[in-house]
Each structure stands twice: as structure tokens, then as C-alpha cells.
């Protein structure tokens, strides 16, 4: 500790007092001659060991690195193992078990109950994706061994029990993963029952063996508008969202989802669903069911009331008066948005039309540019089989009317509603008839009043239930029952 202190002083230049450790300073002892003849060829893994103790026990500031608790405990694990002060199975334990809880943090969405539930196809890429850093630390039992420890602390689980070749369903995993923790010093034998107890007790409550009722794929599934109602509507169904990672503006209570895949799909370059399908493990021909919500903010027609603020998106940010009451940095950024919005749905479109048979819908604001688009138009020329579905949200109990056009192949869908036919209808839908003769409704999407803007729940911890991003953009059940119901 000592040596590794003197050093990292001699690079920051500091010859006393608190120490402000840097990257640099910790690269520039790796590299140097001296620290080689003083630390020896294992240098890396003592100097990083060192410098989590000094950053937790002597009280010097880590300044540019980003070193939770997990990586401050793993990397004093390896400096032990690395003085020979303890086995090498001490840091096998943490990093497998940091390698797992990243790819998971990365890769899956929690349940409910904050517990990662892995899928037996995620299990695979969890295997192929962690099976460089298992290799030199017990290949796939480390794996499964990591995931038993945490689901010893309730942090996942599998979903189903594992198949081993030739032999059916691995029912012992927990058990046999244990059992092997303790020969190869993971754990010590006393601590074998409560572990495997608490691994067991977390696969009891959040397993499922059965398989899925539906498959849903859910594109832009920032809203949660499937996942908001799926539950209640298809017991047993799974649906796996997908989105860039950042752009999810979900409240508390907007519903669950299965998994949730990061992705961007802007610059897909393959079949979308494809590579979709690939990484939520889910072959293309099993999904009962696609849903797309494509980039709407950017194609609104309510951005034309933003242009006197230069604040305006997609064709409305080109206009003369946006231009001039907007900044070129802000014109360059929402040009390339734009681009990659268009962009974003010519991919959806296109890998729609490579997978005729899988049952699809596409919503979007009736007056969005969506429906004017190119791209739009001719893929509506290329696939006379699919329909476009004018509805009200207002006849399925939104207190906004909205209206909406949904494109689909689900022929049997003839929107009804609370109106019949899934239109504004004053006296049947949410709106009412005024003195006037017009139609009013208790909310509006784009409010010009506070006594009109949508509701968005109630306030928990400086956050609301569901956002009026999610709100607005969200389905309603009513309307995704019939489209079911329909399939």
C-alpha cells in the first residue's frame, strides 16, 4: 500500500496531505519503470486494489472515475489474490457476479418487483456474451453460480428451469451450483443451505414454467401503452419492448413489461424485427402480435404553433419564421433529428413488409406528417393488404378526442368503440355537446388551458404516475381489446 501510495503521490506531484487521484495518475504508475521493479508483473491488478483501499479507508477523493461499491470491492479482491493474501476464487466470485448483474442492468427489464427474470433464450446471450470473462473462472457454472448468489439476494432468478442435453429440464440447477461453489471455494460449506434456501425461495416466487399465452413485440414501447394493459387483457402474455435507451418517459404505474431491449433502430442496417427478435431471443414466426408507435413528436402538426419560439421539430423547424427565431446549433440538431425520425420509419416499414404473416399495428396522430411521407405512401402502394383505421380516442374513454389513424393487416379489426364505429360521437363518446352545437371534451391533448391539460396522476417522489408524455401517447385498453380480440 505504501509503494503504490509513494508512486501515485509522485505522479500527481503531491507530496502530502489528501490525495486527488486521477486516471492519469494511475496510468502513468502502471506504465512507469519504477513501479515495474517495485510492484512486479502483477502491478495492475495491486495498484487498482490499492487505490479502491485508499479511496475508501484513508480518505482520498477519486476524482474522474467512475468506481461503484461492486468495483471498489472486486478490485481489492483481486489486489489479495494478486499479494497472494487470498485464494483467487474470492475475486471469481465478484466478478462473475458483477460480469452478470451489468449484462442484465444492460440487457433486461426488471419484473414488479425489481427482480430480473431471465428468459431461457436470454439465458443463452447471457452465456455468449459472459463466456470470455467465465473461461479462466469455471466456464458456465460460473455463470449459473453467479446467478444463484444473486438470486440469494433477491436480485434475479431464472424463469424457467435450464435444459441440459439429452437429459430434460435441470430442476437441481440451484442445488448442483451450490454444490459446486463450495468445491471450488466460492463460498464456504456452512454458508451452502442459506444461500441455496434464498436462491430457491427467490425462483419460487418470480419462476414461471409455463409458456407465454401471447408474444408481444412492442416498438417504441417508451409509453408502455401494451404493457399498460396486457396483464388484465392476456393472463400469461409477455411483451418485450423496444427503444432506445433514454428516450422511455414513463411514469411509476405505467405498466410492465417483460423485457425491454435498447436499441436504435435509426441505423438499422438488417431486417429490424429480425434483430429484434434475435435479441429478445424470440424466433420471428412466434410473435402473436407487433405494435409500433413511431416518432410523433417530431411530425406533429402542434409543432407549428412552436414556431414562433424557434422551438419547433421536423418540417416546421425549416419554416422562415422558425429559422429566425431559433439558433443554427438548435436548426443543425433538429435537422438531424428529423432525418433520423424518417429514417426510423422506412426501417419499420420495410421490415413489415418481410413478415406478411405476423399481425401488426401502427398508430400515429391522424394529422401527423407520417401519413403524408413518401415512404408512407409507397409502402401503402406495395401492400394493398394493409388497411388505415380512423378512430377517436374519445370513443374509447380518453378525455381528449385525439384523433388517430391506425395502420394494420388485421382485417377483422372494425373499430366500434363506445360510438360504434371508434368515432367522436358527442353524447356517446367522452365529449358533450355545447350551447354552440360543438363538441367539447374535458381535456385537450394540447391544452390552452390548465383546466384542460391531460392528467397525469398523482405526484410520487417529485415524480408523476405517468408523465404527459406517456399519457398522451399511451393506448387505451378498450381499444387494444378489441384489436385482440380480433386476431
Same mark, same amino acid.
Given at each position: 500500500?505504501?509503494?503504490?501510495?509513494?508512486?501515485?503521490?509522485?505522479a500527481?506531484?503531491?507530496?502530502?496531505?489528501?490525495?486527488?487521484?486521477?486516471?492519469?495518475?494511475?496510468?502513468?504508475?502502471?506504465?512507469?519503470?519504477?513501479?515495474?521493479?517495485?510492484?512486479?508483473?502483477?502491478?495492475? %491488478?495491486?495498484?487498482?486494489?490499492?487505490?479502491?483501499?485508499?479511496?475508501?479507508?484513508?480518505?482520498?477523493?477519486?476524482?474522474?472515475?467512475?468506481?461503484?461499491?461492486?468495483?471498489?470491492?472486486?478490485?481489492?479482491a483481486?489486489?489479495?489474490?494478486?499479494?497472494?493474501?487470498?485464494?483467487?476464487?474470492?475475486?471469481?466470485?465478484?466478478?462473475?457476479?458483477?460480469?452478470v448483474?451489468?449484462?442484465?442492468?444492460?440487457?433486461e427489464?426488471?419484473?414488479?418487483?425489481?427482480v430480473?427474470?431471465?428468459?431461457?433464450?436470454?439465458?443463452?446471450?447471457?452465456?455468449?456474451?459472459?463466456k470470455?470473462?467465465?473461461?479462466?473462472?469455471?466456464?458456465?457454472n460460473?455463470?449459473?453460480?453467479?446467478?444463484?448468489?444473486?438470486?440469494?439476494?433477491?436480485?434475479?432468478?431464472?424463469?424457467?428451469?435450464?435444459?441440459?442435453?439429452?437429459?430434460?429440464?435441470?430442476?437441481?440447477?440451484?442445488?448442483?451450483?451450490?454444490?459446486?461453489?463450495?468445491?471450488n471455494?466460492?463460498?464456504?460449506?456452512?454458508?451452502?443451505?442459506?444461500?441455496?434456501?434464498?436462491?430457491?425461495?427467490?425462483?419460487?416466487?418470480?419462476?414461471n414454467?409455463?409458456?407465454?399465452?401471447?408474444?408481444?413485440?412492442?416498438? @417504441?414501447?417508451?409509453?408502455?401503452?401494451?404493457?399498460?394493459?396486457?396483464?388484465?387483457?392476456?393472463? @400469461?402474455?409477455?411483451?418485450?419492448?423496444? %427503444?432506445?435507451?433514454?428516450?422511455?418517459?414513463?411514469?411509476?404505474?405505467?405498466?410492465?413489461?417483460?423485457?425491454e431491449?435498447?436499441?436504435?433502430?435509426?441505423?438499422?442496417?438488417?431486417?429490424?424485427?429480425?434483430?429484434?427478435?434475435?435479441?429478445?431471443?424470440?424466433?420471428?414466426?412466434?410473435?402473436?402480435?407487433?405494435?409500433?408507435?413511431?416518432?410523433?413528436?417530431?411530425?406533429?402538426?402542434?409543432?407549428?404553433?412552436?414556431?414562433?419560439?424557434?422551438?419547433?421539430?421536423?418540417?416546421?423547424?425549416?419554416?422562415?419564421?422558425?429559422?429566425?427565431?431559433?439558433?443554427?446549433?438548435?436548426?443543425?440538431?433538429?435537422?438531424?433529428?428529423?432525418?433520423?425520425?424518417?429514417?426510423?420509419?422506412?426501417?419499420?416499414?420495410?421490415?413489415?413488409?418481410?413478415?406478411?404473416?405476423?399481425?401488426?399495428?401502427?398508430?400515429?396522430p391522424?394529422?401527423?406528417?407520417?401519413?403524408?411521407?413518401?415512404?408512407?405512401?409507397?409502402?401503402?402502394r406495395?401492400?394493398?393488404?394493409?388497411?388505415?383505421?380512423?378512430?377517436?380516442?374519445?370513443?374509447?374513454?380518453?378525455?381528449?378526442?385525439?384523433?388517430?389513424?391506425?395502420?394494420?393487416?388485421?382485417?377483422?379489426?372494425?373499430?366500434?368503440?363506445?360510438?360504434?364505429?371508434?368515432?367522436?360521437?358527442?353524447?356517446r363518446c367522452?365529449?358533450?355537446?355545447?350551447?354552440?352545437?360543438?363538441?367539447?371534451?374535458?381535456?385537450?391533448?394540447?391544452?390552452?388551458?390548465?383546466?384542460?391539460?391531460? %392528467?397525469? @396522476?398523482?405526484?410520487?417522489?417529485?415524480?408523476?404516475?405517468?408523465?404527459?408524455?406517456?399519457?398522451?401517447?399511451?393506448?387505451?385498453?378498450?381499444?387494444?381489446?378489441?384489436?385482440?380480440?380480433?386476431?
Open positions: 500500500m505504501e509503494a503504490v501510495e509513494a508512486q501515485l503521490r509522485r500527481a506531484n503531491k507530496e502530502r496531505g489528501t490525495l486527488e487521484i486521477r486516471k492519469r495518475h494511475v496510468d502513468k504508475v502502471l506504465h512507469s519503470q519504477s513501479a515495474r521493479k517495485v510492484l512486479g508483473r502483477q502491478r495492475a %491488478d495491486v495498484v487498482w486494489g490499492c487505490v479502491a483501499e485508499m479511496v475508501t479507508t484513508r480518505g482520498h477523493t477519486n476524482k474522474d472515475m467512475h468506481l461503484s461499491d461492486e468495483n471498489l470491492a472486486m478490485l481489492k483481486k489486489a489479495r489474490v494478486a499479494l497472494k493474501i487470498s485464494p483467487a476464487a474470492e475475486a471469481h466470485v465478484l466478478e462473475m457476479t458483477g460480469a448483474r451489468t449484462w442484465l442492468l444492460e440487457n427489464e426488471t419484473n414488479g418487483e425489481g430480473y427474470v431471465i428468459r431461457p433464450g436470454k439465458l443463452g446471450q447471457l452465456k455468449g456474451a459472459r470470455r470473462t467465465a473461461s479462466s473462472r469455471g466456464g458456465p460460473a455463470i449459473m453460480a453467479a446467478i444463484v448468489l444473486l438470486g440469494a439476494e433477491g436480485v434475479a432468478t431464472l424463469m424457467q428451469a435450464p435444459n441440459q442435453k439429452g437429459k430434460g429440464r435441470w430442476t437441481e440447477w440451484i442445488k448442483d451450483a451450490v454444490h459446486w461453489m463450495v468445491e471455494g466460492w463460498i464456504k460449506a456452512g454458508e451452502a443451505e442459506a444461500i441455496q434456501g434464498e436462491a430457491r425461495e427467490c425462483e419460487m416466487e418470480h419462476a414454467e409455463e409458456e407465454p399465452t401471447m408474444r408481444v413485440l412492442n416498438l @417504441g414501447e417508451g409509453w408502455r401503452s401494451v404493457g399498460r394493459h396486457i396483464e388484465s387483457l392476456v393472463p @400469461g402474455a409477455h411483451v418485450t419492448g423496444a %427503444d432506445k435507451r433514454g428516450f422511455t418517459y414513463t411514469g411509476t404505474e405505467m405498466g410492465t413489461i417483460t423485457a431491449i435498447s436499441h436504435d433502430w435509426s441505423t438499422q442496417s438488417s431486417d429490424l424485427i429480425t434483430a429484434l427478435s434475435k435479441k429478445a431471443a424470440v424466433a420471428v414466426g412466434k410473435w402473436d402480435l407487433v405494435t409500433l408507435e413511431p416518432e410523433c413528436t417530431l411530425l406533429s402538426a402542434a409543432n407549428a404553433m412552436n414556431q414562433a419560439t424557434g422551438s419547433a421539430h421536423g418540417k416546421w423547424a425549416l419554416t422562415e419564421q422558425n429559422k429566425q427565431n431559433s439558433t443554427p446549433q438548435r436548426l443543425q440538431i433538429e435537422a438531424q433529428k428529423y432525418l433520423a425520425a424518417k429514417e426510423g420509419i422506412r426501417i419499420q416499414l420495410e421490415s413489415l413488409e418481410r413478415h406478411p404473416s405476423i399481425p401488426f399495428i401502427l398508430e400515429n391522424h394529422k401527423s406528417e407520417l401519413w403524408q411521407l413518401d415512404v408512407t405512401l409507397e409502402a401503402l406495395r401492400n394493398p393488404g394493409w388497411i388505415q383505421r380512423r378512430i377517436g380516442r374519445c370513443a374509447y374513454g380518453r378525455e381528449e378526442q385525439k384523433g388517430t389513424i391506425i395502420l394494420t393487416n388485421i382485417r377483422g379489426w372494425v373499430p366500434r368503440g363506445s360510438t360504434g364505429n371508434g368515432r367522436c360521437l358527442a353524447g367522452t365529449g358533450h355537446k355545447t350551447p354552440s352545437g360543438r363538441t367539447a371534451h374535458p381535456n385537450q391533448t394540447v391544452a390552452n388551458s390548465k383546466e384542460k391539460r391531460v %392528467d397525469k @396522476g398523482r405526484k410520487e417522489g417529485g415524480r408523476y404516475e405517468w408523465t404527459t408524455k406517456a399519457v398522451v401517447n399511451a393506448l387505451e385498453r378498450e381499444l387494444l381489446k378489441e384489436i385482440i380480440e380480433a386476431l
